[in-house]
């Protein structure tokens, strides 16, 4: 008999799907463009398990000790399931993201870059990156400062000296919005984000800038409707965590 929260899960990723879906329409798209990461930190590898039984593969992570103890818990469907930090990295743990994660979605200064690409180059593996840029000049928020000319200025070349890194490929960007009661509040946020994944393209044509990771469980369609490739999804898939 199915559990619960397999039951639950179900459920939700259902209705998720349809939203993602009707989203895609929406704005022109297909509903296959966009990529569901579920958001799992917090959540236990057997809610993990459900969720991989139904279909979903691509797991979003902040803590890599956290998400070590799940790889060990899920080592049985490993192949099956690909791992996306999601969170700011401390230098001090690029070790575990280098050897056991596929996608960082959280670059968000130089010294991490150096760092896991040192340990990448030691495990002879890439990794698929995303800069993560802040749009608000929030204190709270993470990211290469990119509210403003001047900071986007200093921001662009900093970009410019990680993209040598052989072992990042540098494949899009990631934005956090600010928190709001109206997901319409982070329209905005989106588009913007969307406006220098082009200005990127053109500074940077070498350079894949494929995909833009924006939006949650609380926003997610608005997100896709500006052009998000990834969204990022947990309590609106798994349940408070």
């Not at 130089?110 to 840029?133: A, D, F, P, Y």
């Not at 410019?160 to 600010?178: D, Q």
């Not at 220098?196 to 997610?220: A, C, E, K, V, Y």
Request: charged fraction near 25%.
């Amino acid at each position: 008999m199915m559990t619960t929260d397999y039951q639950y899960i179900r459920r939700n990723f259902e209705s998720i799907s349809e939203r993602i879906k009707r989203a895609a329409f929406r704005s022109g798209r297909e509903a296959h463009e966009i990529r569901l990461i579920a958001v799992s930190k917090k959540q236990p590898a057997e809610k993990i398990l459900y969720a991989q039984e139904m279909g979903i593969v691509n797991f979003g992570e902040n803590y890599p000790e956290e998400t070590l103890e799940k790889i060990d818990e899920l080592k049985n469907i490993a192949d099956s399931i690909s791992w996306h930090m999601i969170g700011h990295l401390q230098s001090r743990k690029t070790k575990i993201v280098a050897a056991q994660f596929s996608y960082i979605h959280s670059i968000d200064n130089l010294h991490v870059v150096q760092s896991l690409s040192s340990e990448l180059e030691k495990s002879n593996r890439t990794i698929n990156g995303l800069i993560e840029l802040n749009l608000t000049g929030e204190a709270s928020k993470t990211g290469f400062p990119a509210w403003s000319q001047e900071h986007l200025i200093r921001t662009i070349d900093s970009i410019g000296s990680m993209i040598p890194f052989r072992r990042i490929k540098v494949i899009g960007l990631m934005t956090m919005p600010p928190l709001s009661d109206n997901p319409e509040d982070c329209r905005p946020i989106y588009q913007k984000l969307r406006n220098l994944q082009t200005q990127l393209s053109n500074t940077f044509p070498d350079q894949q800038w494929n995909i833009l990771s924006m939006g949650t469980s609380f926003d997610f369609e608005v997100a896709i409707e500006e052009g998000a490739s990834m969204v990022r999804i947990g309590e609106a898939i798994f349940g408070p965590r």
